[in-house]
């Protein structure tokens, strides 16, 4: 089933009385990602926990074609949320990161330090300050107490005080929800908003030299799109991108424990502070994972450049196929693996900072009982804000290891591009 959606932000009337309509952009977002029409809200659903075959269907469609679903105002409970994930991955069995919602060694890792498993669910509660609501609760100690990561404790430099005072905050981590390590990216990720302030604004800063800002809501969970970051490359990055694959590093949240962010979110500094792979938790070969840094969307069969930028370890090149012309500017015609860390950062990030400039980036604005739905194999996203400990944030994000490794660009995709 089609359904059809206007470019311009009027509602559209689709099927079975569903309406879809462009997210509200703010004033910063540019003319590519509205034509791309990445993000859309959704109305109409009859009961969003219990989904009919044909409302899921529409849902699956628009989340691969526009990378970000909102619902507006959804009583949602954990077993729906939990049941609305699965009907992506009817077969997927385990939370992202495991059974326990938790990663090995979660002492050492950078994952979230207050992610919180509602009892007999793999939904996470995720915020900030001292969660006291019984139904946000849903059966955890009460008062619970949660932490927002703060760029502070993660980047190599830091906004100062004063600045953090004046609403000043970055982006914390570019990323896809993932462990990239025995498990499969998740394909869907779904986050409900539960409490949030919602008057106060920030403003994110790059502080990479360019200057490049972006006014957020505070708290706002920032999405780019794969699909976008990978076609504005130039072909020579283009080719590079059909041929290259991602070696991740074993028990990567671990392994990166001691490194420290750039300014952006977008990966690591190189300073060799990386924890050495004989000091990790035991980790097998097998389990490392290999992945395409182009990944292909089931329904469109757009390419979209999903690198995990702070996991990255090496880099796998092929040659170019039989036939593609080498031009002056062609990068490693013959193929390669890049094994330097400095250099594999430096050649990613080279290909993915123009996807994150201002225009490109669509920032939630969360409101209680809004819902949203990401593409997580098609789009990166990051936290924004700084919270005092006593402003409240309560979310519950659900997200489930795949039932099936993620595609990468056909033989046809590289012949194109390369
Ligand atoms: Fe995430």
Not at 132 to 151: I, Y
């Amino acid at each position: 089933m089609t359904v059809p959606l206007t470019p311009a932000p009027a509602t559209a009337a689709a099927a079975g009385g569903i309406t879809v309509r462009p997210v509200p952009y703010a004033e910063t977002v540019g003319k590519r990602l509205r034509d791309e029409q990445f993000g859309v809200v959704v109305e109409g659903i009859k009961d969003i926990n219990r989904l009919t075959e044909e409302e899921f269907a529409i849902i699956e469609k628009l989340l691969y074609k526009h990378g970000v679903v909102v619902f507006e105002d959804v009583d949602l409970t954990p077993a729906g949320q939990h049941a609305l994930t699965n009907a992506f991955d009817p077969d997927a069995q385990e939370y992202g990161h495991g059974k326990v919602g938790r990663p090995d060694q979660a002492s050492k890792s950078i994952l979230h330090p207050d992610l919180r498993t509602i009892p007999g669910t793999e939904v996470q509660l995720i915020g900030n300050g001292l969660v006291t609501d019984e139904h946000v609760l849903q059966g955890l100690a009460n008062p619970c107490k949660l932490r927002h990561p703060s760029h502070q404790t993660f980047h190599r430099t830091r906004i100062s005080d004063d600045d953090s005072a004046k609403g000043f905050t970055r982006f914390y981590r570019w990323h896809i929800d993932a462990a990239l390590y025995e498990r499969d990216p998740p394909k869907v990720t779904t986050l409900y908003g539960l409490q949030m302030p919602t008057a106060k604004r920030n403003t994110v800063r790059y502080d990479d030299g360019t200057g490049d800002e972006l006014e957020v809501p505070l708290g706002g969970t920032a999405f780019v799109s794969g699909k976008v970051m990978f076609d504005i490359l130039p072909a020579h990055l283009k080719s590079l991108a059909v041929r290259t694959k991602v070696r991740y590093a074993p028990h990567p949240y671990v392994w990166m424990g001691s490194a420290r962010a750039r300014s952006t979110g977008l990966g690591m500094e190189s300073e060799g502070t990386e924890m050495a792979l004989d000091d990790l938790p035991p980790w097998k070969d097998e389990h490392v994972k290999t992945l395409p840094v182009c990944w292909k969307n089931p329904v469109t069969g757009h390419l979209h450049f999903q690198v995990h930028p702070s996991a990255i370890h090496e880099l796998l090149v092929d040659p170019l196929p039989a036939g593609a012309s080498r031009t002056p500017d062609t990068l490693y015609p013959d193929g390669a693996h890049l094994t330097d860390l400095k250099e594999v950062r430096e050649l990613m990030y080279s290909m993915q900072r123009p996807g994150i400039a201002p225009e490109l980036v669509y920032v939630v604005d969360w409101k209680p009982k809004q819902l949203a739905l990401f593409h997580n194999r098609g789009t990166l996203h990051s936290i924004t804000g700084a919270f005092a400990e006593d402003e409240v944030r309560a979310f519950w994000q659900c997200n489930q290891a795949a039932s099936v490794p993620v595609v990468g660009p056909t033989e046809e995709d590289v012949r194109r591009c390369a």
